[in-house]
Nanobody
Framework: QVQLVESGGGLVQAGGSLRLSCAASGRTFSTYAMGWFRQVPGKEREFVAAIRWNAVRTIYADSVKGRFTISRDNAENTVYLQMNSLKPEDTAVYYC?????????????????WGQGTQVTVSS
């Protein structure tokens, strides 16, 4: 198990940017893929982006492709989500998670450790 702590959420106007960070504890961070998900109350948790253990491959949900960028710094045990051109429909609680694989995956059942989430609110 690894402990994950997200930060960087907040309130931003439409068209603005935010950068989320997820700090991990434990020595196994660098050997697994990492992902970001989001959830709106009353809706299913939604995949956003994921990155391979060595960062050579990333995948994105169609709804964020071209606007969001996932990255990681294994030396700092941190994964990031740069969010640009934010829209009101991006409003959600954002969670980072550690996959049980080295390659990025979209299904939340493939992830075994989750952070507590950080709120992102985009005003119109």
């Amino acid at each position: 198990q690894v402990q994950l702590v997200e930060s960087g959420g907040g309130l931003v106007q439409a068209g603005g940017s935010l950068r989320l960070s997820c700090a991990a504890s434990g020595r196994t961070f660098s050997t697994y893929a990492m992902g970001w998900f989001r959830q709106v109350p009353g809706k299913e948790r939604e995949f956003v982006a994921a990155i391979r253990w060595n960062a050579v491959r990333t995948i994105y949900a169609d709804s964020v492709k071209g606007r969001f960028t996932i990255s990681r710094d294994n030396a700092e045990n941190t994964v990031y989500l740069q969010m640009n051109s934010l829209k009101p429909e991006d409003t959600a609680v954002y969670y980072c998670a550690r996959a049980m694989t080295i390659d990025p995956v979209t299904a939340d059942k493939e992830y075994d450790s989750w952070g507590q989430g950080t709120q992102v609110t985009v005003s119109s």
